[in-house]
């Protein structure tokens, strides 16, 4: 059960990362957009989505390098309240249910862990990533 917890919820965070990137950068053609305010920031976000995207295939000298990049800092940015939100859903399990029931007890601090867990690989891997691949390839 633990183990599939944890497969979904990281499963769950590559997703939304990978969405949320790919639905900034390719969501809006120039043919397609509409005369209005919405339309227009909606162009603006899409240009300062494919300038970082530039900035990140600049930096690192290749646009794979540049693309993973960018992944790994949008999944670092919105991993953050994904956690907290996951960490009191847990407390909540483990502190207010927990108290009558021991299992649900458990159940909380298992969750609590996973969220943790998940939290600080988001926040380490875009670390681990820059540091191999500038260390590595110079």
């Known amino acids: 059960m633990f183990k599939k917890i944890l497969m979904?919820?990281?499963?769950?965070?590559?997703?939304?990362?990978?969405?949320s990137i790919f639905s900034n950068?390719?969501?809006?053609?120039?043919?397609?957009?509409?005369?209005s305010t919405q339309?227009?920031?909606l162009v603006e976000m899409k240009e300062s989505a494919k300038g970082k995207l530039a900035e990140y295939i600049e930096k690192y000298g290749s646009?794979?390098?540049?693309?993973?990049?960018?992944?790994?800092?949008?999944i670092r940015i919105y991993s953050i309240p994904f956690c907290f939100i996951g960490i009191a859903i847990s407390s909540v399990f483990q502190f207010v249910l927990g108290i009558r029931k021991l299992d649900v007890r458990d159940k909380g601090f298992k969750l609590m862990y996973v969220f943790i867990t998940i939290g600080l690989i988001c926040q380490?891997?875009?670390?681990?990533?820059?540091?191999?691949?500038n260390g590595w390839r110079g």
Do not use: M, Q, R
């Open 63 to 74: 646009n794979t390098y540049g693309v993973v990049a960018y992944v790994l800092n949008a």
């Open 25 to 35: 950068v390719f969501a809006i053609t120039g043919n397609e957009v509409l005369n």
């Open 124 to 133: 380490v891997l875009p670390l681990i990533f820059a540091i191999v691949v």
């Open 39 to 41: 339309a227009t920031e």
């Open 8 to 19: 979904s919820v990281i499963i769950f965070v590559i997703l939304v990362g990978i969405l």
